[in-house]
């Protein structure tokens, strides 16, 4: 799913989600492969020249050429030859509107029940898409979409079900100069997993130190102790100046078997991308300054004493997040969010 949502944004459109579960596996496979040499393809960052692209969508140029097009006209999977090879059935558009209309009656009443919530939902689909006089979709159905939904939002709110790797300039308390951060974010809890100093022109080093830091901290108090999602759904990490260092990134994270984890930003205003929507523009009297980094910027040189700032705020910001935070139940970290993070500690 991550590749979809590099694809088409978060939260998934609707008609995508109900074109991805109508297909086979074998389908998924085949769309998953297409759909990645695709974004490779047509990336500003490294991008994959078009014999490449189309060997790794198991294509003949010429047919790679033609779902490139019909790809930039209508971004879908119904463009890359594969959803459009689907069944026609009758209950595609129904699931899709169904799809569309649950999100917001769940808002409506987050506290309702499954069952309330599916007679809501049919009152939604019966009024808004002007189906008066026809019979919604199975009790069934109604409730399987609720379901679904609830299911979806219990496990985005989970600590550990979607990481971020941010970096962006800071100042700390008592210290003269701009310092590089390296945070390890759970989007979640907005707790900080891992955070280090260092230089933006050697990013990985400094994920690796935010990384090594983090596994310390996700088996410390007060992390050890809150309720973990099962499994890490979403990464992603934001490239340092020194783009040229992450070349085989791709690559490493196909042989550790998690792809679509950790996907690279790389846009001009990356830095404080994540930082700056979940921690705000300070953490305890950290300040945060995404436009720091740059070439032009002279960053300081952290100290060990900086580095025990940090430490001391992020300490102080976690006992808070985790207070706010009801109690689930402890549980161990996704099993994948660890073998990440001894990746990124790998440097």
């Known amino acids: 799913m991550l590749l ?3 694809a088409f944004g978060a939260p998934l459109p609707a008609e995508e989600q109900a074109l991805w579960k109508a297909m086979s596996e074998d389908q998924r496979e085949t769309a998953a492969r297409r759909l990645g040499a695709l974004l490779k393809f047509e990336s500003s960052w490294k991008q994959l020249p078009a014999e490449a692209a189309a060997a790794e969508a198991a294509l003949s140029l010429n047919r790679f050429y033609e779902l490139a097009a019909a790809w930039r006209e209508r971004r879908s999977l119904s463009s890359i030859g594969i959803a459009a090879a689907l069944p026609r059935r009758r ?10 209309l649950v999100v917001g009656v769940v808002d409506a009443d987050k506290e309702a029940s499954v069952r309330q919530l599916s007679f809501a939902l049919a009152e ?16 069934n159905t109604l409730r399987k979409f609720v379901q679904d939904e609830l299911r979806r939002r219990r496990t985005e709110g989970t600590p550990g079900n979607e990481v971020m790797f941010d970096c962006c300039g800071c100042g700390l308390p008592h210290a003269d100069g701009v310092f590089t951060a390296f945070l390890v974010l759970d989007k979640a ?8 100093l260092g230089d933006a022109d050697a990013s990985r080093a400094g994920y690796a130190l935010a990384a090594k830091d983090a596994l310390d ?28 260092a992450w070349a085989n990134h791709a690559a490493e994270m196909r042989a550790l078997g998690m792809r679509n984890q950790l996907q690279p930003v790389t846009r001009a205003k990356r830095f404080g991308a994540y930082v700056r929507p979940l921690l705000g523009p300070r953490m305890g009297r950290v300040k945060f300054m995404p436009g720091k980094v740059s070439k032009e910027e002279a960053t300081a040189r952290a100290t060990t004493d900086d580095a025990a ?13 985790v207070a706010d935070e ?8 996704p099993a994948d969010l660890i073998t990440l993070l001894k990746r990124v500690a790998k440097g």
């Open 91 to 100: 209950s595609m558009s129904n699931h899709v509107d169904l799809q569309r």
């Open 124 to 139: 939604a689909y019966t009024r808004e898409l002007g189906h008066e006089g026809k019979a919604p979709p199975s009790e």
């Open 4 to 6: 979809l949502v590099g």
């Open 326 to 333: 009801e109690a689930t139940g402890a549980s161990l970290p």
């Open 309 to 321: 700032r940090l430490a001391v705020e992020v300490d102080f910001h976690n006992l808070q997040r």
């Open 217 to 244: 901290r996700i088996s410390s108090v007060p992390l050890v102790g809150i309720g973990w999602a099962e499994r890490l759904e979403r990464s992603e990490l934001v490239f340092g100046l020194d783009e040229h």
């Open 189 to 196: 809890s907005r707790a900080v997993l891992g955070a280090a």
